[in-house]
């Protein structure tokens, strides 16, 4: 029995299929479709969704546990990072190899310039600095064009220096011993006061321009020798009032002091003179007195 509903024809079946509604229905769906392969727009609205309940969801999986050790992994390497950053700028503050040992720990490492290096070198004694590494040998070591970079590195009894190349390759490595280095004390170049208040200095201490004109009448060697580093006087304010001789010596050297004035305010600036110089210097000022 056939239903009032139903299509008798063909044609009919045809005009119901393609009516307007169900082309307009087929095409926006079309559109839909293609719209969603090019833009993604179901993906983003249920990750929007997911990420909303991210909170309350189990921290549980293998992508999770792969995430939560490459946060970890970069939290680490920023904080190593950021400690070596900041025992390179402690160890910048060290003005000796001394200083430089306490500030950094067993394992550490910073990076030193050749200018930095000479100013902690030039601040150990003579007979150290010289057990060390010969100046001659830093100097040749200083002077090669392969020099590229100098590192320290702490172990649990040395300093250990590295002499880097440009092809990364260490040409040169010394070890400065920890305990050694604090039996010995640093040169101190300045005290706070006068001549006068320096045990080892008394007994020999002189007006400057009598021990600058004794220094004057001794060949230009032996003067040289005596004031081998003028810089550190030539840049001091005031003026020289008085000069002492030590009457201790180290490893061949003698210190020699000089008393400055400058408003008002006297200090004492130490230099380290050949001993055989000072020997030639003593004997022209030996009448001289105080």
């Not at 008085?242 to 201790?248: P, V």
Request: hydrophobic share 40%; net charge positive; proline share 3%.
């Amino acid at each position: 029995m056939t239903q009032w509903y139903q299509p008798l024809k063909i044609s009919e079946h045809l005009k119901r299929i393609f009516s307007i509604l169900n082309i307009g229905f087929f095409i926006g769906f079309a559109v839909l479709v293609s719209f969603e392969f090019k833009f993604n727009w179901c993906e983003h609205m249920i990750g929007n969704y997911l990420k909303t309940l991210n909170n309350k969801r189990p921290e549980i999986g293998t992508i999770w546990k792969t995430g939560e050790q490459t946060s970890n992994a970069y939290t680490y390497l920023d904080t190593i990072v950021n400690k070596q950053i900041n025992v390179s700028l402690a160890a910048r503050k060290a003005t000796s190899f001394t200083q430089l040992a306490l500030k950094i720990v067993q394992g550490q490492w910073i990076k030193f310039d050749k200018e930095y290096f000479k100013k902690l070198y030039l601040n150990l004694p003579n007979s150290l600095a010289s057990e060390i590494i010969q100046p001659a040998e830093l100097i040749w070591l200083f002077l090669r064009s392969d020099l590229s970079r100098i590192f320290c590195e702490k172990n649990t009894k040395d300093l250990i220096i590295y002499f880097i190349d440009s092809e990364n390759r260490v040409i040169k490595q010394i070890n400065i011993n920890i305990e050694k280095l604090k039996q010995f004390k640093e040169k101190k170049i300045y005290f706070k006061g006068q001549l006068k208040n320096i045990p080892e200095f008394q007994g020999r201490i002189f007006s400057a321009s009598d021990f600058f004109k004794a220094i004057l009448n001794l060949p230009k060697e032996t003067a040289r020798d005596l004031i081998p580093t003028p810089d550190i006087l030539l840049q001091e304010k005031g003026h020289i009032i008085k000069a002492g001789i030590s009457n201790e010596s180290e490893s061949g050297y003698i210190k020699l002091g000089f008393e400055f004035e400058n408003n008002g305010e006297k200090k004492v600036v130490f230099i380290r003179a050949r001993q055989w110089a000072v020997w030639h210097l003593s004997m022209d000022i030996a009448n001289l007195k105080e």
